[in-house]
């Protein structure tokens, strides 16, 4: 029986996505299809599908950038709370070829969840008893594994695809990012 080939997206954190990027040295950049077909994005500019490699089926108005273009959009991505998504060559799965950065706002993904995705290597781990119920990290949720409910966090940790975005959100630090194992996610309990 044949292997089934992997997701071609995955999911990461920024500090995958940046020790993902400092392994290149040969860069392009992209508009975003999605952006585009939609034409507009509450979150993000337009230019942010970074390539390693110079042509892809697909790429729209692709073009070389230097590694301090791709370290400015890297942080805008961060700042805007946008989701890695490294992505695989179509012919050779086990190698990365580029990261998008992507939202819920027009990203095919968020839009159509039934497109395939590959979640992330981390999960997160919140500390209940130090977590005081702001909201911020559901506020960043993509997935839905963070909501509030009757003023109070709720976590499926099965819809967390390991982003990491809640992370340098929360006040209390009582968020952090761990291996993905059967039991890696689930929070501890409040007091």
């Given at each position: ?31 975003c299809g999605c952006r585009e077909a939609k ?102 949720c993509h997935f839905g594994a963070k909501t ?44």
């Amino acid at each position: 029986m044949a292997r089934q080939p992997p997701p071609l997206h995955r999911v990461c954190t920024h500090d995958e996505a940046r020790e993902l990027i400092a392994g290149e040295d040969k860069f392009w950049i992209a508009r975003c299809g999605c952006r585009e077909a939609k034409g507009t994005c509450r979150h993000s500019r337009h230019d942010l599908c970074l390539y390693f490699i110079p042509e892809y089926p697909g790429a729209i108005a692709m073009r070389k950038v230097s590694r301090a273009f791709v370290d400015a959009a890297r942080a805008h991505a961060l700042e805007r709370q946008l989701v890695p998504r490294p992505f695989r060559d179509e012919t050779d799965f086990d190698r990365t070829v580029g990261v998008c950065f992507c939202c819920d706002d027009c990203c095919g993904y968020f839009l159509d969840p039934s497109e395939p995705c590959a979640k992330g290597k981390l999960v997160e781990r919140t500390v209940l008893a130090e977590c005081t119920d702001c909201g911020a990290c559901a506020e960043v949720c993509h997935f839905g594994a963070k909501t509030m409910r009757d003023g109070k966090l709720k976590i499926a940790n099965g819809k967390c695809y390991g982003c990491g975005l809640c992370v340098p959100v929360c006040p209390t630090e009582c968020v952090s990012m761990v291996p993905r194992t059967r039991d890696a996610g689930r929070a501890a309990r409040r007091p």
